[in-house]
């Protein structure tokens, strides 16, 4: 059967993962282009708010649904139960289903409350209730990835979302330019309606995989099936949809508190819009590559915790944390060395560089964070995680409030460091004791050392002028530096270096 094939190892499932997603960050990285230069800061403002209202609806419909999908299909896959894997697609399906039906109905029905109290914009209305529209689909696409991660179909799984992305883009930009007009709510209307038929498109595609799978596999009830996916869900969701309203509530305070500060609402508005819709998609940029080895860390930690292979966890967790501070080092410092150039590249304005190069050390702990807290969900630490979750966006919301009314984006910057921080080194500290880990201090700091290095020998040469130039200069420099110096040094471990090399080959996407 197609999912009890030989599969790829979990590093060459990350480096073809990686590639998808880096493509999928550059074409999302371009849309977010187009949509500045045509909305302006301050209708990116709005729609951000608006994204924000419908990721909260998202999160009451699928909280915890995708993990609670690969942990399950994962634990039955290694005990080889194709059954048992159909069995747990169905029950995370019908509850996906059920909740997002549940969130839809209240998002349409109080779209005009949102649009008007939290939006301060009723012409809103419109591109929330289309929100509402889609989130079943959200939902199951949610779930069908989920069994696709579990079972190793990672290019079943980049192939498809590689296509939903592209066919979003084209949607998008047709409604934008032919329907949408100057208008900002109908341009909030054609990203959504774009996204939300790519979308529909990709579960059809999907579904259509998933019953080719299971042609021949009898239908059964696995056993406890329900009670194992409410110990996995119910937990988990309860926290994601908790953090998932804090997270709205400080999107909402971000305006408010710079408002109250002494902007006006439109100068507060455009600051907001250019924090996340071109600061934070640059930022973010680089963890595509971590973000995707977190997302295969999950079901492959799950299976090796249902064989008791403790050896094999051990290993994998101190090799993802090795690699993993070498990563964000570099992409640190390439980022702060990049801000200003891609600012002006990308958007046209000098201030996203500055705020990109303010924020750019923040990604030590960004990107890692997401790394350890796959691998402490992996090991069923889900309740743990929650807690951490809760505690830290709570800080972030108090801090908000306190800070960002007397002293504006200075205040934004000092909380997001505080929770941001505080959760990583509380998410580390769990993993490291669950698996009776210690932290190796010198390969963090010699990883932190040849990426300080090399971003000095990028300013040893001259500067060029144009942006361009130097966005080619600092990229060609950089990495001529820092190979040479990781080998030096020994930050990568001998092993780390032969998975690697081992994993390359695996980039011509051809099965062994």
């Excluded at 001998?494 to 081992?502: C, G, K, Q, V, Y």
């Amino acid at each position: 059967m197609i999912f009890l094939r030989a599969k790829r190892s979990i590093l060459q499932n990350a480096l073809l993962l990686t590639c998808a997603h880096l493509f999928l960050r550059c074409v999302s990285l371009l849309f977010q282009t187009v949509l500045a230069r045509r909305l302006g800061a301050g209708s990116m403002g709005l729609l951000q708010l608006l994204l924000s209202a419908g990721a909260l609806a998202a999160s009451l419909a699928m909280a915890g649904v995708r993990t609670a999908a690969t942990c399950l299909c994962a634990q039955e896959l290694g005990g080889g139960r194709p059954a048992g894997i159909r069995a747990a697609v169905r029950c995370c399906a019908q509850y996906a289903l059920a909740a997002s039906c549940a969130a839809g109905l209240a998002l349409w029905l109080l779209a005009g409350f949102v649009a008007e109290r939290w939006l301060h914009d009723a012409s809103a209305v419109p591109a929330l209730r289309l929100l509402a529209v889609f989130l079943p689909a959200s939902s199951l696409c949610a779930v069908l990835s989920g069994y696709c991660t579990a079972c190793s179909h990672i290019r079943r799984l980049a192939a498809l979302e590689i296509a939903e992305q592209l066919l979003a883009l084209l949607l998008t930009l047709a409604l934008l330019f032919f329907r949408a007009g100057d208008s900002p709510a109908r341009c909030c209307c054609a990203v959504v309606l774009g996204s939300g038929l790519a979308e529909l498109a990709s579960d059809a595609a999907l579904y259509a995989l998933f019953r080719r799978d299971f042609a021949g596999v009898p239908r059964v009830r696995a056993d406890g099936m329900r009670a194992r996916f409410r110990r996995l869900c119910l937990p988990l969701g309860l926290s994601e949809c908790l953090r998932a309203g804090l997270g709205t509530l400080e999107q909402f305070l971000i305006p408010w508190g710079l408002v109250l500060s002494g902007l006006t609402r439109a100068a507060a508005l455009s600051r907001y819009g250019l924090l996340r819709g071109m600061v934070f998609p640059l930022l973010m940029f680089p963890a595509a590559a971590l973000f995707s080895l977190a997302e295969l860390l999950v079901p492959e930690l799950a299976r090796c915790g249902a064989a008791a292979r403790t050896e094999r966890i051990r290993s994998l967790a101190a090799a993802c944390l090795r690699v993993g501070f070498v990563w964000t080092a570099a992409a640190a410092a390439l980022l702060y060395l990049l801000a200003d150039p891609l600012g002006l590249l990308l958007y046209g304005n000098p201030d996203v560089g500055l705020w990109l190069r303010l924020f750019a050390p923040m990604a030590l702990f960004l990107y890692m964070d997401a790394l350890v807290d796959a691998m402490n969900k992996g090991l069923g630490r889900q309740a743990a995680c929650a807690r951490i979750n809760l505690l830290t966006s709570g800080l972030d919301v108090l801090l908000l409030a306190l800070l960002l009314p007397r002293l504006g984006m200075a205040g934004y910057c000092i909380s997001f460091l505080a929770a941001h921080l505080l959760n990583f080194a509380l998410s580390l500290r769990l993993l490291l004791r669950a698996l009776k880990l210690s932290l190796r201090v010198s390969s963090a700091c010699r990883a932190a050392f040849c990426a300080l290095l090399a971003a000095g020998a990028c300013r040893c040469f001259p500067v060029p002028a144009a942006p361009l130039a130097q966005a080619a200069l600092f990229s060609a420099v950089f990495p001529a530096v820092l190979l040479p110096m990781l080998a030096l040094t020994r930050a990568l471990a001998p092993e780390d270096r032969l998975r690697l090399r081992r994993a390359v080959p695996a980039l011509d996407f051809h099965a062994k």
